[in-house]
C-alpha cells in the first residue's frame, strides 16, 4: 500500500462544476502539499497545509490530521483548471512522499 | 515563472553515458532539493542540500550524485544510464533548512531520454 494515495485517479468535469479531489496518507507528517502539474510538465505549489483550511481564490485545502485525510476543492472549474494535481506530504528528514495524482478534466 | 532555473530543457544520450543537470534556486534560497518522474514511479523524492550540505536522501540510486555549490547552485550527475532513467528530472528550491516548513519553488524540468 502506497503512503500516500489519491482518489479520483481520473475526473472529468463540466465547466462551472464544484470538484473535490482527496488525499489520505498513513505515515506521521509535519505538512501536506498541493501542487499542479500542466499539460507541459511544469510544477507549481497550490498549498501548505499544516492544520485547518486555506483558501486561494476558487481553491480551498483542508486536512484533517487525526483522519490523516485532506481534500482539495475547485469551486466554479474552468477549463483552464485541467491539469494533474498531485498531493504530498512531508515526513521525517524534510522528505517529500508523493501521491500518484489525479488528472483533471474541465470541460466547456 | 518560480524564479528557480533549470538547465537543459531537454537531454537525449544513450545507454552507459554520464550527464550532468543543473539547478539555480531562487535568489536566497539555500534548500535545494532534486525529484525524479517517470511514467511507472511518478514523482520520487532524490536528494537535499541545504547551504552546500547534503541533508536528506530519498531514492536515489548509487549511479546518481549531486552536489551544492558555494554559490547555491546544485548539478545532479547521473552516470552509466539506462533506458529506465528516462524521466523528468525537477529540481526545487526552498528558504529553510532541516526542520523547514516552508513551501517549496519548483523549476521547469529537464526532460531526460536515453536511447
Sequence with gaps: KNEVEQSPQNLT?????????????????SALHWLQQHPGGGIVSLFMLSSGKKKHGRLIATINIQEKHS?????????????????????????????????????? | DSGVTQTPKHLITATGQRVTLRCSPRSGDLSV?????????????????????????????ERFSAQQFPDLHSELNLSSLELGDSALYFCASADGG????????????????VL
Design chain 2, 33 to 61: 532539493y532534486w525529484y525524479q518522474q517517470s511514467l511507472d514511479q511518478g514523482l520520487q523524492f532524490l536528494i537535499q542540500y541545504y547551504n552546500g550540505e547534503e541533508r536528506a536522501k530519498g531514492n536515489i540510486l
Design chain 1, 13 to 29: 468535469a463540466q465547466e462551472g462544476e464544484f470538484i473535490t479531489i482527496n488525499c489520505s496518507y498513513s505515515v506521521g507528517i
Design chain 1, 71 to 108: 481534500s482539495l476543492h475547485i469551486t466554479a472549474s474552468h477549463p483552464r483548471d485541467s491539469a494533474v494535481y498531485i498531493c504530498a506530504v512531508r515526513g521525517a528528514g524534510n522528505m517529500l512522499t508523493f501521491g500518484g495524482g489525479t488528472r483533471l478534466m474541465v470541460k466547456p
Design chain 2, 98 to 113: 532541516r526542520a523547514s516548513y516552508n513551501e517549496q519553488f519548483f523549476g521547469p524540468g529537464t526532460r531526460l531520454t
